[in-house]
């Protein structure tokens, strides 16, 4: 049974496109008509292309939760014993109204048309990233390929709870600061404008942080709009600068210079490194490969260079730690367990252990970080609530005090 790929008319006269599992094509023009569809094209998958279909390369596209999952449950199937294009189906089939399910149907056209697992993926760059190709590569010729697939899904799934766990620690503050800054905000534009005109016409001299604060709120009410413009402009000037190679590497490189926000990005950024980098190693990849390969999951531009000129050392003849230990951006115990790995030919097993070091550690960093920012914030909240405060009431006393 193939797989085709077909255009046909549906429901409200509407155009559908996707894939079907058929012996012959005209097996699948009737399975079409079955469900209501009026086929218009239908030809085999991955005709228009040597590997995958051309609207499939642009069109698929998972994100990481659903890539995690699908490897998973390939990694649970093709352990059990089923051969890769029945697992494929299953997953295909368990996950029918999304786009995991074309994806599946895809590679099962390509497999059957004599291409290798990874070559298949090779036709979609946009959802399988280099180092899965090049790992279920190298399981391909090892003949471990469930193993390979165990690794990648437990790599996918620890990158998942990596990044969830930054997200939420970082969402509170993020909420804190953003209604702090809308209270503020509000204090000034508006419920500071309606006290102060108490004051209007009194005759009396105000205090200084009076005056200060009717000034503020001035500025706000009269040219609030043009501020939040001209932040909105810079922002995105900046956002286009930053999206250059070369700023953005300078920007990045001033990121890692920073006293705790440094060690914090290049921790993870560490683990990042290291967590792709044993993975790739106990897969079997050439360890040149791997160095490369591991290279791009590293965001920090400045520090991705640095570890870029890793693979040319290491293919001098160089050892893998010691080219590391170079740049400068690794912490010691890492460098460490990499030099055991090297000397007792375990470079996989105590990558990893690095990996989960680095992710502990930046996890402490973070809680850290967060611990000093939100009394922090707290604080300057309750200094900038004060002042306001003080400043209307200083009048109000002064008022009374002539009364008296």
């Known amino acids: 049974m ?3 790929q077909y255009l046909a008319i549906g429901t409200g006269q509407r155009l559908s496109r996707g894939l079907i599992d058929a012996e012959s094509p005209r097996q699948a023009r009737s399975l079409l008509r079955e469900r209501g569809l009026i086929p218009i094209e239908v030809e085999p998958a991955g005709a228009r292309s040597g590997t995958a279909p051309a609207a499939g390369r642009r069109l698929l596209h998972l994100s990481a939760t659903e890539l995690a999952l699908l490897t998973r449950q390939l990694a649970t199937l093709i352990a059990a ?5 029945r697992a494929l189906a299953g997953v295909g089939a368990g996950a029918a109204g999304s786009a995991t399910a074309p994806l599946m149907m895809a590679l099962r056209a390509d497999i059957a048309e004599g291409h290798s697992l990874a070559a298949a993926m090779g ?8 180092i899965y190709r090049a790992t279920v590569a190298a399981g391909e010729r090892s003949g471990h390929l469930a193993d390979v697939f165990e690794r990648l ?16 620690a970082l969402l509170y503050p993020a909420i804190l600061t953003t209604l702090a800054v809308a209270v503020v905000t509000g204090l000034l534009t508006w419920v500071v404008p309606q006290i102060v005109q108490v004051f209007d016409g009194i005759g009396q001299q105000l205090p200084s942080i009076t005056l200060a604060l009717i000034a ?3 500025f706000l009410r009269e040219y609030g709009g043009w501020l939040a413009l001209g932040l909105l402009t810079g922002g995105l000037g900046l956002y286009l600068l930053w999206r250059r190679p070369h700023w953005r590497r300078r920007c990045d490189a001033a990121l890692l210079r920073l006293p705790l926000l440094g060690r914090l990005l290049c921790g993870l950024d560490a ?4 967590r792709t980098f044993s993975i790739l190693v106990a897969s079997s990849v050439p360890v040149l490969e791997a160095l490369r390969i591991s290279a791009p999951v590293i965001v920090n531009r400045a520090m991705r260079a640095a570890v870029e000129t890793t693979a040319g050392r290491v293919r001098e003849g160089q050892s893998i730690h010691r080219a590391l230990a170079d740049s400068g951006l690794f912490p010691a115990l890492t460098l460490q367990l990499i030099a055991s790995g090297e000397a007792s030919g375990q470079l996989g097993v105590l990558l990893e252990r690095a990996a989960i070091q680095q992710e502990r550690e930046a996890e402490t960093r973070i809680a850290v970080l967060l611990g000093v920012f939100e009394p922090a914030l707290i604080l300057v909240m309750g200094v900038v609530v ?19």
Not at 124 to 129: A, D, G
Not at 271 to 274: F, H, L, N, Q, V
């Open 216 to 218: 503020v709120s001035g």
């Open 81 to 85: 014993g089923l051969p890769i294009e």
């Open 271 to 274: 683990a990042r490194y290291t």
């Open 123 to 130: 036709g979609y760059p946009q959802v399988f990233p280099d």
């Open 153 to 168: 899904a437990d790599y996918a799934e620890a990158r998942q709870a990596l990044r969830r766990r930054v997200l939420l």
């Open 386 to 404: 004060l002042a306001i405060v003080l400043a209307i009431l200083l009048p109000i006393f002064d008022l009374n005090q002539l009364v008296h």
């Open 2 to 4: 193939a797989a085709f």
